[in-house]
């Protein structure tokens, strides 16, 4: 059965800062929020694709809190305007299409 997950959007915000997260928080902000939640998105994706670096350091941070959490990423904001992407876009709406059954 699938599960629906809950979580934030981003963990790095100025204002959350002893609302969200205490002040002055000694850990990283995902690993915090990682022991209430299950998923994060990662805005930074939306900018440019991630360093496998970051993504590494980042999954680290939160498998000791909570070994069944998830990170979902942004979609990369060119991904939307670069004509792959509209190929791929009008392709997929194609494929949607009703199809009549071959009778052979």
Request: glycine letters at 6%.
């Amino acid at each position: 059965m699938d599960a629906i997950r809950i979580g934030t959007a981003g963990w790095s915000y100025k204002d959350w800062e002893g609302i969200v997260y205490p002040a002055r928080l000694k850990q990283h902000p995902a690993e915090y929020l990682a022991r209430y939640f299950d998923v994060i998105e990662i805005n930074t994706s939306f900018y440019g694709p991630i360093k496998p670096a970051l993504g590494k350091l980042w999954s680290g941070k939160v498998a000791g809190v909570n070994p069944d959490f998830k990170f979902t990423a942004k979609l990369y904001r060119r991904s939307r305007t670069r004509p792959a992407a509209r190929c791929s876009r009008r392709r997929l709406q194609r494929s949607r299409r009703p199809r009549k059954m071959s009778t052979r």
